[in-house]
């Protein structure tokens, strides 16, 4: 995908906890933007598990992505719902993310491929007595993994203003409580929004009930957001996933390395260093996939250069060991990956038996996978007080915290601030198979 393309699209998810409206929200997008068939608006009309709204579009709107026969019969989300729609500025990838701490993994799931976060927080939900005001478990949470997890715009959505006549005062008090929680756990830039999905105020028209609001609309705020990837600005970062080989005559014998480009670009005759062996090599050819058949009969496929987001096998001068798992990067890379046993990092930990010191467990990191032990967990964050516990030895169910691994054998590794893509992994109970955590590294240490 190129940069105008990735620019041009949209990635975001809706977060935010139970019954704070997020269905309601895309049901709207979808309704407002006219996203919606004809068809689609007289089934759910007709459906069993329709519920009264005062919407204007005279069904429920969260039925729209409540797809589940429990979603509806519940009037929960449970897995993550993707929508789309488009207008004539952008096309949109929206993910619907369940509320209910128990689904915080799919949160994770749904985050981990957005590039931007809606936040809605429950205007009737939010503890005003208190200075500042105190806002739900879940919502810190969210904000704290939607942080966590690096995506790049951040808007909260303030729901449900119209059961407060649009009161400028409770906006304000409920914006003060929201950046005393963006300021702690460290949300560099955040927008604000007053809306009502319901009745659609500020999502894809200004309200007249907000004069005192002089801010974009939720759907002119997404529509100006600039999306392009940093990874394209990063150096080369190709995760080598398969070696294909085709023995033949000495001039036809084929040895090529598939995978995807996570970051920066590669061309013929560029000089590339195999990591974590060291050795450095000479491409000859690279051809991209996902091409028709009749392009790759014709030897189409072939080019002379691949950048971020393409898959490609590509081919080298010389014969050295490579085998999946290897990262190629640029031989002139000045901060080329660190090559660690010992790494840090940030746990959102998603399964429901707790973190052990003595399991081990399965590190994979791109496409390359090792064992790894815990060897300390330093810190984990207090979800309502936002402060960190230290002398912790366990980390339970949707629990964020910071852990010290001893690796079984070295990664090549970027911190997740450098790149989210070489920066990330999760963590596999070897006993069962499960992923059993989301990991941002924060620290590799050379060996």
């Known amino acids: 995908m ?7 699209v949209v990635r975001f998810i809706t977060a935010g906890s139970v019954d704070d409206g997020k269905s309601t929200l895309i049901g709207r997008l979808l309704y407002d933007t006219k996203s919606i068939l004809v068809d689609q608006l007289e089934s759910l009309s007709k459906t069993k598990h329709a519920r009264v709204t005062s919407s204007d579009a005279g069904v429920d709107l969260a039925l729209l992505t409540d797809g589940l026969e429990a979603e509806r019969e519940q009037g929960i989300t449970i897995d993550v719902a993707y929508r789309y729609f488009s207008t004539p500025k952008r096309k949109f990838i929206v993910a619907d993310a369940p509320g209910h701490e128990q689904y915080t993994r799919n949160l994770v799931t749904g985050a981990s491929q957005s590039d931007v976060a809606v936040i809605l927080v429950d205007a009737t939900r939010v503890d005003l007595s208190t200075t500042p005001a105190t806002l739900l478990a879940q919502t810190k949470r969210h904000a704290a993994i939607v942080h966590l997890l690096g995506l790049r715009h951040v808007v909260f959505a303030i729901n449900k203003m119209d059961l407060f006549d649009f009161d400028e005062k409770v906006y304000n008090t409920i914006k003060a409580s929201i950046e005393d929680l963006t300021q702690k756990i460290g949300l560099p830039k955040r927008t604000l929004i007053p809306i009502s999905a319901l009745l659609g105020a500020n999502v894809v028209t200004a309200s007249k009930n907000t004069p005192w609001y002089q801010g974009p609309t939720l759907l002119e705020w997404l529509e100006s957001l600039d999306t392009s990837p940093e990874s394209e600005k990063l150096a080369l970062r190709f995760p080598v996933q398969y070696v294909a080989r085709q023995d033949g005559s000495a001039s036809d014998d084929f040895r090529g390395y598939l995978g995807e480009i996570e970051s920066g670009s590669i061309r013929k005759g560029q000089k590339i260093k195999v990591l974590p062996g060291g050795s450095e090599a000479t491409v000859t050819e690279i051809y991209l996939g996902n091409r028709s058949n009749r392009e790759q009969t014709n030897g189409s496929n072939a080019v002379e250069s691949a950048e971020t987001g393409q898959a490609v096998a590509i081919q080298l001068a010389e014969d050295i060991d490579v085998s999946r798992g290897c990262l190629f990067v640029s031989a002139d890379d000045a901060k080329p990956p660190v090559l660690s046993k010992q790494i840090s990092a940030d746990l959102c930990w998603l399964d429901s038996e707790p973190l052990s010191l003595a399991r081990k467990y399965a590190l994979r990191h791109t496409t390359n996978t090792v064992g790894a032990k815990v060897k300390n967990i330093q810190q984990v964050l207090d979800v309502q007080t936002l402060s960190q516990a230290s002398d912790v030895h366990a ?21 997740f601030d450098q790149s989210q893509k ?12 499960h992923t059993v955590a989301a990991g941002m590294i924060r620290e590799a240490i050379a060996q």
């Open 422 to 433: 070489t920066g990330a992994f999760i963590l596999i109970d070897e006993a069962t198979n």
């Open 395 to 415: 980390l339970s169910t949707n629990e964020i915290g910071r852990v010290d691994f001893i690796l079984q054998k070295p990664i090549a590794a970027d911190s």
């Open 2 to 8: 190129t940069t105008n393309q990735h620019q041009n």
